[in-house]
C-alpha cells in the first residue's frame, strides 16, 4: 500500500482489520492502555476509539504486545529449515529473529549464506540477517569454507541484511588483523555483534573500539555491568546450553540496573525445548519472575531489540509500526492467545512453499579414511581433561590421573571418555584427540557433524570400535548425529543440510531426537543433560577455558595449543 493512502487511512480512521477490547502495552510510556488497534494491511495506523473495519478480532481484554524479537539465533541449530523453524516458535509469540547463518557458512561459504537467505524468503516470520563475520571462527581449526571481506560486498545492497554477526575471534580483532579489519571497515555504521566471554580491561576497551557493540556471552553480573558500562548491549541468552541466567538476572533487579540496553536471546535452543518451555516468552516470563517489571520484560523482548538492530517499524505498537504483534493471556506467564505476522495476519501456522535447495549444500561430508591406529590416544598418567560445568558453555581444564593400556594409550575410566574431532570437509585426515568428562559412557559412542563451528565430526565414546562405527555412519547419510553401542547404530538423525538441516517433518525429527537421548541414556549419560548440545560446543575454540579441535587440544584463554 502506498504511502499516501496509509495516512489518508490513517486520517479517515479506515481499517483492514482491528484487534478491539485489548490492553495495549505501549513501550514509549510504560503504560498499559485499553483500546482497540487499528491496521491497514500490515501497518497500524492508529490506536484507540471508533474505528471502521472490514474485519475486527475481540481480544477480550488480553494484553496486546510488540510481536517478541530473537536477538540472535543461528537457524541451522534448530536442524530443521526456515519454515519448519518458523513454525514451532510463531506459535510462542516470536514474530521477529536477527539470523547469524555463520553455521552453514562455516560448511558451504557463500553459497550456504544465499540458501539460507532464499530458504527464509517469504515467511510469516520475520528473518533479517547478520552477515557472518568469522568464517572460520579461528585459524586454529579447518572449516569448510572462508568468508573474505570482499566476499561479502555481494550482500551488502541485501534489504533484510543488517549488519556484522557475532565477532568471535576477538584475538584477531584487538591485534588490529588485517582480514578483520576489512571486515569491520565494510560494516561501520551498522549493527556489529560481539561474542566476547570474560573480556576484560583494556582487551575490552580495544574491541569496543574495533566496533562490537553487543555481547550475549555474559555469565556473571559484573561481567554485564562493566560491558554495558562500555555502552554494549547485553542480550540475555536461555538456549539449550547455557541455562545460568535466572541467577544472572535476579542479580540485576537486586542491584536495580537499567534494563533499556538489554533484550533476549536463544542463540541454540532445540525444537522440543522450544515446543516445551517457549522460546523467547520463556525468557520474559523467567525475566519477571525474577523480578523484572513485566513492561519492562516486554521491552526487553521487542523493542530494545528493535531499536538496537534499527528495525524503526519494528518493536511496538504505535501508528506507522507494522503489525507484528502477540496477544497474552497475561504478562506473568506469557501465555500465547493470537499471534498477527509480518503480513498483518493472524498466524494460521500453515507451511509455505519451500524453494528448491542448492546441490551444493547437500556435499559437505568429505572426509579422509579413518583407522582404529588414528584414533589411538598417547597418554601421561597425568593428563589435562576439558571438564564440562553443568548448565553453562564455558569448561574448564583439570590435570587429572588417567587410565592406561598395556602400550600406554589412554582408555575410558573413573568417569573420564575418549573425545575426538574429524575433519570433515577438505578429506585433510586430521583427527585430534582429548579426554573429556561429564558424559560417563560405558559401552559406546556418540558422534556428530554439529560442532560449532567449524562443523567437523566430533565424537565421545569409551571405545575405539564404536567410535569408528559412528562416524562411518554419519559419513554413509551425509552427517546428523548418531548412538553407536557394541557394534549398532542404536539411533542415527541424518542432515544432509551441511551436515546440519534436514527438511523432514518437525515431528519426525522429535522423534529421533528423543530416541538419540534414550540411547545416550543408555550407554550411560545423565537423564537431566542434554549430550548433542553439549558434545556440539566441545570443538569451538572461542569459548573458554579448554576445547578440542581437528588441530588438536586448545586452550581458549591464552588461544594457544596445549601439548600433550
Same mark, same amino acid.
Given at each position: ?9 490513517a486520517?479517515?480512521?479506515e481499517?483492514?482489520l482491528v484487534?478491539?477490547?485489548a ?9 498499559i492502555?485499553?483500546? &482497540?488497534?487499528?491496521?491497514?494491511e500490515d ?5 484507540g476509539k471508533?474505528?471502521a ?6 481480544a ?24 519448519s523453524f518458523?513454525?514451532v ?6 514474530t ?15 553459497a ?10 517469504d515467511?510469516?516470520l ?20 572462508a568468508?573474505t ?5 555481494q550482500?551488502m ?7 556484522l ?13 588485517k582480514?578483520?579489519? &576489512?571486515?569491520?571497515?565494510?560494516f561501520?555504521g551498522?549493527p556489529?555483534?560481539?561474542?566476547a566471554p570474560?573480556?576484560s ?18 555469565s ?10 562500555? #555502552? ?15 541467577e544472572l ?5 537486586k ?6 540496553n ?5 542463540d ?5 525445548n522450544i515446543?516445551?518451555e517457549g522460546?523467547i516468552?520463556?525468557?520474559?516470563r523467567?525475566?519477571?519472575k @525474577? ?7 516486554? $521491552?526487553m ?13 519494528i518493536?511496538a505498537?504505535?501508528p ?8 497474552f ?15 498483518? $495476519? ?5 507451511p509455505?512453499p519451500?524453494?528448491? !535447495?542448492?546441490q ?5 561430508m ?18 589435562p581433561?576439558?571438564c ?5 558453555l564455558v ?7 588417567? @587410565?592406561? &593400556?598395556a ?9 573420564l571418555?575418549?573425545?575426538?574431532v574429524i575433519e ?5 585426515g586430521?583427527? #585430534?584427540?582429548?579426554i573429556v568428562?561429564?558424559f ?7 558422534a556428530?557433524?554439529?560442532?560449532h563451528d567449524?562443523?567437523?565430526?566430533v ?7 564404536d ?12 552427517g546428523?548425529?548418531?548412538?553407536v553401542s ?10 544432509? !543440510?551441511?551436515g546440519?538441516?534436514?527438511d523432514?517433518?518437525v515431528?519426525s ?10 540411547a ?10 542434554d549430550?548433542?548440545?553439549?558434545l556440539?560446543?566441545?570443538a569451538?575454540p ?9 588441530k ?13
Open positions: 500500500m502506498k504511502q499516501s493512502e496509509l495516512i489518508t487511512a486520517l479517515k480512521g481499517a483492514t484487534v478491539k477490547n490492553r495495549v502495552v505501549n513501550v514509549f510510556t510504560n503504560e492502555l485499553e483500546g &482497540d488497534v487499528a491496521l491497514s501497518t497500524i495506523i492508529g490506536v471508533g474505528f473495519a472490514r474485519e475486527e478480532i475481540d477480550g481484554g488480553a494484553y496486546l504486545c510488540p510481536g517478541f524479537i530473537d536477538a540472535h539465533v543461528h537457524i541451522e541449530s534448530s536442524m530443521v529449515i526456515p519454515d518458523s513454525r516458535i510463531m506459535p510462542h509469540g516470536t521477529t529473529i536477527i539470523a547469524d547463518p555463520h553455521e552453514i557458512a562455516n560448511v558451504c561459504g557463500v550456504g549464506v544465499r540458501a539460507i537467505y532464499k530458504l527464509s524468503d515467511l510469516p520475520r528473518v533479517m540477517f547478520m552477515m557472518p563475520s568469522c568464517v572460520p571462527a579461528t585459524p586454529f581449526e579447518n572449516s569448510g569454507a568468508i571481506a570482499e566476499d561479502m560486498e550482500f545492497r541485501k534489504s533484510r541484511m543488517l549488519g554477526g557475532e565477532v568471535m575471534d576477538a584475538v584477531s580483532t584487538i591485534n588490529c588483523s582480514d578483520m579489519m &576489512d571486515k569491520l571497515r565494510l561501520d551498522r556489529i555483534d560481539g561474542h570474560l573480556l580491561g583494556r582487551a575490552l576497551n580495544a574491541y569496543r573500539v574495533a566496533g562490537p557493540s553487543t555481547d550475549h556471552e555474559c556473571n553480573y559484573d561481567e554485564v555491568v562493566e560491558k554495558l558500562r562500555t #555502552g554494549m548491549r547485553i542480550l540475555l541468552r536461555v538456549g539449550s546450553a547455557a541455562n545460568g541466567m535466572e538476572i535476579t542479580e540485576i533487579v542491584h536495580g540496573l537499567p534494563t533499556d538489554m533484550m533476549f536471546c536463544t541454540d535452543k532445540h525444537i522440543e515446543r516445551r522460546h516468552n520463556c525468557i520474559a523467567m525475566a519477571v @525474577c523480578g523484572i517489571d513485566p513492561v519492562q520484560a516486554v $521491552k523482548a521487542s523493542y530494545n531489540a528493535a531499536r538496537a538492530y534499527g528495525l524503526r517499524n518493536g505498537i504505535a506507522g509500526y507494522k503489525g507484528d504483534m502477540v496477544l493471556e497475561d504478562l506473568k506467564d506469557f501465555k500465547v492467545l493470537k499471534v498477527f505476522t509480518r503480513f498483518g $495476519k493472524p498466524y494460521d501456522g500453515k509455505t519451500m524453494p528448491i !535447495i542448492p551444493a549444500v547437500y556435499t559437505s568429505n572426509m579422509a579414511p579413518i583407522s582404529k591406529d588414528g584414533l589411538k590416544l598417547p597418554a601421561k598418567d597425568i593428563m581433561v576439558i564440562q560445568i553443568e548448565g553453562q569448561t574448564e581444564r583439570r590435570d587429572l590421573p588417567v @587410565c592406561r &593400556d602400550e600406554g594409550n589412554f582408555v575410558s575410566g573413573n568417569g571418555n575418549k573425545l575426538a570433515r570437509h577438505h578429506a585433510l586430521n583427527i #585430534g584427540l582429548g568428562q561429564g560417563n559412557i560405558h559401552g559406546g559412542a556418540i556428530s557433524t554439529v560442532a567449524s562443523h567437523n565430526l565424537m565421545v565414546g569409551d571405545n575405539d570400535d567410535m569408528l562405527l559412528a562416524a562411518e555412519s554419519l559419513r554413509e547419510c551425509g546428523g548425529f548418531c548412538v557394541h557394534g549398532i547404530v542404536l539411533a542415527r538423525l541424518p542432515l544432509p !543440510i551441511a546440519l538441516m534436514t523432514a517433518p515431528d525429527v522429535l522423534e529421533i531426537q528423543r530416541a538419540l537421548l534414550d545416550a541414556a543408555y550407554i550411560g549419560v545423565d537423564k537431566k543433560s549430550p548433542l548440545v553439549a556440539s560446543f566441545l569451538l572461542v569459548i573458554p577455558a579448554i576445547r578440542l579441535t581437528d588438536g587440544l586448545f586452550d581458549s584463554a591464552s588461544f594457544k595449543f596445549i601439548e600433550v
